[in-house]
């Protein structure tokens, strides 16, 4: 339990600080790759139990903690997307891969539109949000494909 | 496995959830009230990573750029070094002018002239065993021409900052080198009032030649430290370039004698060499 809880932790500093480092070089070409918030939702896609709300409220604090964004921001959309992944988990067998990554891709574009509204309302682009929906399908896409061809990678396919 | 669906009741806790999150939301976007927490965070996010740097990145850093320092600092005095002996050959008929040539309108006529300067080329030695320099009759050392195209070297002379070496036999990626002193070696020679002429032989000695002459024929006196040049009749060396002294008079019977001339260039003295093709 303690370890599993580490270890989850370290991923998402690790994935945080991925997302921070890769963000700079995307928002040159209009694109924003929330990759902390996609890492969270495979995971709760993946796991074999519910993520309850506690669990993903709290992991949105400490994501809201560790890149100084607003207590709250990333707490409400980690809640909300552990709810929408729950609800359809057993739907969610019926679809192909495509329809998942869309899926993905959908809320990760949502999640986007929602953080530039609380953090960037002034300069809220939509060709940011057009740009950063299709970049994230693609690479949705491209996650999708690595664990087909690469099943060790992944034990269960996206 | 199938996973349940969010029942009633945990549907009204992801509300509860969502909306403390909206509340916090809107607090602390209206208000100060987490930024203590925030600073502490940071201040700690700060501290820490310059602690972790400083135990592991730094001294690694430190060490690579010592280690890069030092080796920046040889390759720039192996390359300073080179620059230099690069120099003194380019300017080699300026900076020797007056041991060189016999006389300045020489120098002037070769520096002048296309043919040299088209064929000049820069070398440097790859092997030369000084034992057998020393030692034995074969005199031989190899070279590397650089910037060379497919032009061949053969019969191109080879000199260094002092004087003529010896001329390239052999091409190839290593050029072979006959020396002055290689008993197979033979270059024409002439004294420096320009009435004796010669065919010099190497002795098989380290700078060492030797020119035998029947005193019919010519009947020149010389005397020990008498200069030699090149008189430039073979068509391999250039004329009028300085060989060496005069070191022993040797007369063999009435009608022949051996004189030894020291050179002044030695091919040890330098590892670095022009090579001229007339």
Not at chain 1, 40 to 66: A, H, Q, R, W
Not at chain 1, 119 to 127: G, P
Not at chain 2, 104 to 118: A, G, Q, Y
Request: charged fraction near 15%; aromatic fraction near 14%; include cysteine.
């Amino acid at each position: 339990m303690i370890a599993s809880f580490i270890k989850k932790t370290l991923l998402i500093i690790l994935v945080s600080y991925l997302d921070y480092k890769i963000s700079y070089g995307l928002s040159k070409i209009y694109v924003i790759l929330p990759l902390t918030f996609l890492a969270y939702t495979f995971f709760m896609y993946k796991s074999d139990y519910n993520v309850g709300p506690l669990e993903s409220f709290v992991t949105g604090l400490f994501v809201d903690l560790i890149t100084n964004s607003y207590f709250g921001h990333n707490a409400i959309l980690f809640c909300f997307a552990s709810y929408l992944i729950n609800t359809y988990s057993n739907t969610f067998k019926l679809f192909s891969y495509f329809q998942i990554c869309i899926f993905f891709g959908a809320s990760a574009t949502a999640y986007i539109g929602f953080s530039q509204i609380i953090l960037n309302l002034y300069n809220f682009s939509y060709l940011t949000l057009f740009l950063s929906g299709i970049f994230n399908i693609i690479f949705c896409v491209l996650v999708a494909i690595l664990s087909v061809y690469f099943p060790s990678i992944s034990t269960r396919k996206i | 496995m199938a996973r349940n669906t969010p029942t009633p009741g945990q549907k009204i806790t992801y509300f509860v959830f969502i909306v403390l999150g909206i509340s916090i939301l809107y607090i602390d976007i209206n208000s100060k009230i987490f930024s203590s927490v925030k600073n502490n965070f940071q201040s700690f996010k700060i501290s820490s990573s310059f602690v972790i740097k400083n135990i592991t990145v730094n001294p690694l850093k430190e060490f690579v750029e010592l280690m890069s320092s030092k080796q920046k600092l040889l390759d720039e005095n192996t390359m300073l070094r080179k620059k230099l002996e690069d120099s003194y050959l380019r300017n080699f008929l300026i900076t020797k002018e007056n041991t060189f040539y016999t006389d300045r309108t020489k120098l002037v006529k070769s520096i002048k002239d296309d043919l040299v300067t088209e064929s000049f080329n820069f070398a440097k030695l790859t092997h030369i065993d000084p034992n057998i320099f020393n030692c034995c009759d074969r005199h031989r050392m190899y070279i590397e021409i650089l910037d060379k195209k497919n032009e061949s070297f053969k019969e191109a002379m080879v000199f260094n900052l002092n004087g003529i070496i010896g001329q390239i036999v052999a091409n190839g990626s290593q050029n072979e080198v006959i020396l002055l002193t290689d008993v197979k070696s033979s270059i024409p020679i002439k004294n420096s009032r320009g009435d004796f002429f010669c065919n010099a032989m190497g002795s098989g000695k380290a700078n060492l030649i030797s020119c035998s002459y029947s005193q019919l024929v010519w009947i020149n006196e010389h005397k020990i430290g008498d200069s030699f040049y090149s008189s430039g009749l073979g068509g391999i060396y250039p004329k009028d370039i300085k060989l060496g002294e005069l070191t022993s008079i040797d007369i063999i019977d009435s009608s022949v004698t051996k004189l030894e001339i020291e050179l002044v260039a030695s091919p040890l003295d330098t590892n670095f060499f022009g090579v001229i093709k007339i």
